[in-house]
């Protein structure tokens, strides 16, 4: 599994076990390390700060014997380096040039040593002392260094090594927290990846610091964060080091590794680039004409792993467990309120909205009478309708009624029986044919009576359908498409489930827990062909288009990063990975794609809807598409 060609990079953040002032020693235990990260297909791998001297070496930088063991250990290193073809390390040692010391990392690949890039930020306060022994890069007049013979890059005013897969650069230790760090600019002029080494003696919260710092420079610049941090093995004197290591991306933590461990420690993550990328390409984030960068680039060969370094979220409209409380919340009073602002906006004080007792009805239900309340008005003027058609089955009839009872809202009940039929008479459809014109009759009879109902009110139609659905073109044109307010525009079915359910465990009132948790449980169904014969619902809206799950991963990952087919299948197969075969998963995008494509014009007038989250399908600003784009492109992909 080439994971290079689906847009992955592996890479990792090292911290070997150091003795203070051994070259020999250092340099061995990150060849250690580099052979362990070759062996995991470990594509770059990051070391601490000045690891090869190591960092407490205090006045002893200026000892021209560290200075040349330094150099040995780098040329030794790079000797060894020449038999991994797929792998970059970066370490860290005292460079001296034109008689100033420079603290610098150094790049080093087969082909040698790419590059060295110098600590911009050189402390010289409080316990930190480094302009004792190191310069400032503005002193640097040389471009390149004689390293045995080698010319090797140095630039003062930034570096971006390129790769075939990826783009990485280098700011070290206090770069990132002075006021303008260097990764900002190296983020716009290219840079997917910044790499991190540093050395900080540990204090109380200062790791805590440190990761909120890194996290929120990488959401800022859309970046992949790679930190590694000096080994217990500096601590000397009056400091403590923890060997912090941590690889972060666009503002989230992918994993970390364990500090004060008295062994090394290696932290691995498959970074996602074209996601990076994607979130760049969709942000503000520009350059100017006085940001400049070296570029340098850097023969690699791609990868093949077994498994993945990483946890492709099954389900992203989902929050975590730890989010859920907070997030949920905001998505249900980012309705409420949506809903209160068009109400108050029109001053109209009632509504009419159909409770068929599947989840899509009753969530929206649920945002109206939170709404009404804000709004000190009374939910005598909710009138609920239930309209009773070929496919209503008892469990949602009742479901829709006793929530209703439960909520203290206006009830009514219209059949659409009598009056369907009537229709396709009327237009001379046999009933017996349950086609599409059989189904959308219904539908559409439906919105008609909530239409009509609250002119005759002086209401206004709350719509249920949900963003999925939107997605998929799984509603009827004309029927449930259409509302004077649509509450789930922005909604997911799989956010739907889950919110649903949050909010009946958030209930006082049992009465209303036990129906909604019922509703939770009921399979998705618009209920427009008849029950079996045992009077349950014999069309499960899933059999027809697909595992919600799926499309809302493939909706996900197509609006929100742009994926292309083959991406979103490699993904979705280690999402669902025992759940679904790769031919289902294909299955199903094909049919995504096909819906996606056909019933763009359904979206092109659909109703007004809070924009909830980051993907939404509101032809007004969040998704701009041709309801006539052809398909064919996606498809050939998936062929």
Request: charged share 20%; net charge negative; proline share 4%.
């Amino acid at each position: 599994m080439n994971i290079n060609s689906y847009g992955l990079v592996r890479v990792a953040a090292a911290s070997p076990k150091v003795k203070v002032a051994d070259c020999e020693y250092n340099i061995s235990e990150i060849k250690k390390s580099v052979a362990y990260a070759a062996d995991e297909n470990v594509q770059i791998v990051l070391f601490p700060e000045l690891s090869i001297t190591s960092y407490s070496c205090g006045d002893l930088f200026n000892q021209r014997t560290l200075q040349t063991k330094a150099l040995v250990a780098l040329e030794d290193f790079t000797q060894y380096m020449e038999q991994f073809h797929s792998t970059i390390a970066i370490v860290g040692l005292p460079l001296l040039l034109s008689n100033r010391l420079y603290n610098v990392a150094a790049v080093v690949s087969h082909e040698g040593v790419l590059g060295f890039v110098p600590k911009t930020t050189i402390p010289a306060k409080g316990n930190v002392a480094e302009a004792r022994w190191f310069g400032e890069p503005k002193y640097i007049s040389e471009q390149f260094v004689n390293l045995n013979g080698e010319q090797v890059l140095i630039h003062k005013g930034g570096m971006i090594f390129k790769t075939p897969f990826v783009s990485f650069a280098i700011e070290i230790g206090e770069d990132l927290w002075s006021s303008a760090p260097p990764s900002t600019n190296l983020a716009a002029l290219g840079a997917d990846i910044i790499l991190n080494p540093f050395a900080a003696g540990e204090r109380v919260g200062s790791d805590v610091y440190l990761k909120s710092i890194a996290l929120v420079q990488s959401a800022r610049c859309n970046v992949g964060y790679v930190a590694a941090g000096a080994s217990s093995g500096e601590s000397s004197t009056d400091n403590v080091f923890a060997g912090s290591t941590f690889i972060a991306e666009n503002g989230k933590m992918l994993v970390e590794g364990r500090r004060f461990s008295l062994e090394g420690q290696l932290t691995i993550a498959d970074m996602d680039i074209e996601m990076l990328r994607s979130e760049k390409l969709r942000s503000d984030f520009l350059t100017n004409k006085e940001m400049t960068a070296v570029v340098v680039e850097c023969d690699t060969e791609p990868v093949s792993v077994k498994a993945l370094h990483r946890v492709i979220n099954p389900h992203p409209f989902i929050p975590s467990d730890d989010e859920k409380k907070v997030v949920l919340a905001d998505v249900f009073s980012i309705q409420v309120h949506g809903l209160i602002k068009r109400l108050k906006h029109t001053g109209i004080e009632k509504v009419t909205i159909g409770v068929s007792g599947g989840l899509d009805s009753t969530l929206a239900l649920l945002v109206v009478t939170h709404a009404f309340d804000a709004r000190s008005l009374p939910r005598e003027n909710i009138v609920g309708i239930t309209m009773p058609g070929f496919g209503t089955t008892s469990r949602t009839y009742n479901n829709a009624v006793d929530l209703m009872k439960s909520l203290g809202i206006s009830i009514k009940e219209i059949s659409i029986m009598k009056s369907v039929t009537q229709h396709l008479e009327d237009i001379e459809h046999d009933i017996s044919q349950h086609d599409v014109t059989y189904e959308n009759a219904q539908a559409r009879e439906r919105t008609q009576i909530l239409m009509d109902y609250a002119n005759k009110i002086g209401g206004l139609v709350v719509g249920t359908g949900n963003m999925s659905e939107l997605a998929l073109g799984w509603a009827t044109y004309n029927g449930d498409h259409m509302s004077m307010y649509g509450v789930n525009a922005g909604i997911p079915k799989t956010l739907v489930s889950t919110l649903t359910r949050w909010i009946a465990t958030q209930s006082t009132d049992i009465k209303t827990r036990e129906v909604l948790l019922d509703i939770v449980d009921t399979p998705f169904s618009p209920e427009l062909l008849p029950t079996d014969k045992e009077g349950n619902i014999a069309q499960e809206t899933e059999h027809f288009v697909g595992p919600y799950e799926l499309h809302d991963f493939f909706m996900h990952r197509m609006l929100r990063y742009g994926d292309a087919p083959a991406r979103i299948v490699f993904l979705a197969e280690h999402a669902f990975k025992d759940v679904y075969s790769v031919e289902e998963i294909v299955k199903w995008l094909k049919v995504f794609y096909r819906r996606f494509f056909a019933q763009q014009f359904k979206r092109s007038c659909m109703p007004d809807g809070p924009r909830v989250g980051s993907v939404n399908l509101s032809p007004r600003g969040a998704w701009h598409m041709p309801s006539d784009a052809v398909v064919k492109a996606w498809m050939d992909e998936l062929s």
